[in-house]
């Protein structure tokens, strides 16, 4: 080694898998740099750094759940009324108007889901500076 003294004068050395180390590479050339150490230099002290934490979103992705239930009632109640139609040949106007009445509150639960969901990942998004 020569004697010049050195601007930086400490080693990092870490490992990657081969398609690690080919991902890196087709990175450092769509960022227009010539060497993978200038690169990774200056994406390690300047790079932006990004932690998401969807903690929050668990308790909708819970109501997941409870949707799932809604549907398997509402697939029971509909397979009952489906049985009894066939039995009967008759279609009962109060379980018909029953059915409804239980599909009209799935569809409100999911809307309301939907809107939960989509604004604390509009929240995230604000809180990243994302626009």
Excluded at 73 to 82: E, M, P
């Amino acid at each position: 080694m020569n004697d010049v003294e050195r601007f930086r004068d400490k080693h990092v050395h870490f490992m990657t898998t081969a398609e690690e180390k080919s991902q890196l590479k087709k990175n450092m050339r769509q960022a227009g740099y010539e060497t993978l150490g200038s690169y990774l230099l200056k994406m390690g002290l300047e790079g932006i750094i990004i932690n998401v934490d969807f903690s929050e979103l668990r308790g909708a992705l819970g109501d997941i759940g409870s949707l799932r239930n809604e549907f398997n009632r509402i697939g029971n109640n509909i397979n009952q009324v489906t049985k009894h139609v066939n039995e009967s040949k008759e279609i009962d106007a109060m379980d018909v108007y029953l059915l409804q009445e239980e599909v009209d509150r799935l569809k409100k639960q999911i809307e309301h889901f939907e809107k939960n969901v989509v604004a604390r990942f509009n929240e995230k998004l604000r809180q990243l500076g994302v626009d």
